[in-house]
């Protein structure tokens, strides 16, 4: 009976979160422009805003706005470049975990729910570790063209600043959007500088970092930037170049890494598909538990060494 009602109230949970969140994605977001729009465009109607009754979305958002965590996972959100909330993102990670331990538990394998319901909790971390990764990967591919934008506003008589503003408004996604953050950032009182230093610490790119310091040493000595810039971006096409070349060559080795991380799962789920008395008795609370277990562990952990042998550092 305990387990019944345990089961009850973790799918009643469960609906709750999944309700919700859908009802926050469809009515919010999570865009720059919206947040910063009362703050940027004078005369906006904060005093409006401020008198509305908050609803369950905004009490959400306040709670977790003043938790330690908030700015981290806010960061990560922008970095993968994806629309969410940080309550839109901590309930779908609780959906994620919740929805997998109701499923085992009512066909009573709950030691199997609780491994797939902590799985499942750690698969938004791996989808936004990934988001970031092509985000990133995709902003360093467009540095050299990047580069290209600015030394042309620069040889056309513009500052430093618009010729940035500029790039804001010709480049691709994602280099628009950063770049729109800095005249955002500037446009609030935030130095040139700073914004550019704000950009290397959310991107994290070596070449991008170079850029800066060439940024911030012409303010210093001065000189012809747009030379300087030029010379900067014809060496990072070239890493650019190697770049590409190292991932054809290790692309082997990253599907490997795949395969044999995806293979005991998968095994695991035909064997319980066509045995399920034999997989049910490995999951009891008993000295072969640690099977599964180990397994599981070796797993992640031959999956992260194949893929740690395949990441060359340029």
């Known amino acids: 009976m305990i387990i019944y009602i345990a089961v009850a109230a973790m799918s009643g949970l ?33 005093d409006e805003v401020a008198e509305k009754q908050p609803d369950l979305s905004d009490r959400l958002n306040s709670y977790f706005n003043t938790r330690t965590f908030a700015g981290s996972i806010a960061d990560k959100l922008w970095q993968a470049g994806v629309e969410l909330t940080v309550p839109q993102y901590v309930l779908i990670k609780l959906a994620a975990a919740l929805i997998p331990f109701v499923i ?28 970031q990764r092509r985000r990133r990967a995709e902003f360093e591919q467009q540095l050299p063209d990047t580069l ?27 280099t628009a959007a950063e770049f729109k953050r800095i005249g955002q950032e500037v446009h609030l009182g935030v130095p040139l500088l700073q914004a550019l230093d704000n950009l290397v610490q959310r991107m994290k790119s070596n070449d991008l970092e170079m850029i800066v310091s060439v940024f911030k040493i012409h303010g210093r000595v001065g000189g012809n930037l747009a030379a300087v810039v030029e010379d900067v971006g014809t060496t990072i096409r070239e890493r650019v170049k190697l770049r590409r070349d190292i991932q054809v060559i290790t692309s082997q080795q990253r599907i490997t890494s795949y395969i044999l991380g995806l293979l005991p799962p998968i095994l695991g789920l035909v064997l319980f598909l066509i045995n399920p008395g ?3 008795g490995i999951f009891q609370w008993n000295i ?9 562990i070796m797993t992640v952990l031959g999956f992260l060494v194949i893929r740690k042998m395949a990441a060359i550092e340029i």
């Open 14 to 46: 469960t609906i709750l979160v999944l309700l919700h969140g859908l009802r926050s994605l469809v009515l919010s977001g999570s865009k720059l422009e919206s947040r910063l729009q009362p703050f940027a465009i004078p005369g906006a109607p904060t």
């Open 104 to 131: 085992f538990a009512l066909i009573r394998l709950s030691v199997l729910g609780i491994v797939f319901g902590l799985l499942c909790f750690l698969l938004p971390n791996l989808w936004l570790r990934r988001k």
């Open 278 to 280: 034999y997989m049910r």
């Open 148 to 174: 290209t934008l600015i030394v042309g506003g620069l040889r056309a008589g513009f500052s430093l600043q618009h010729s940035l503003v500029n790039v804001a408004k010709q480049a691709p996604e994602p």
């Open 288 to 296: 072969f538990l640690c099977i599964p277990i180990f397994a599981l």
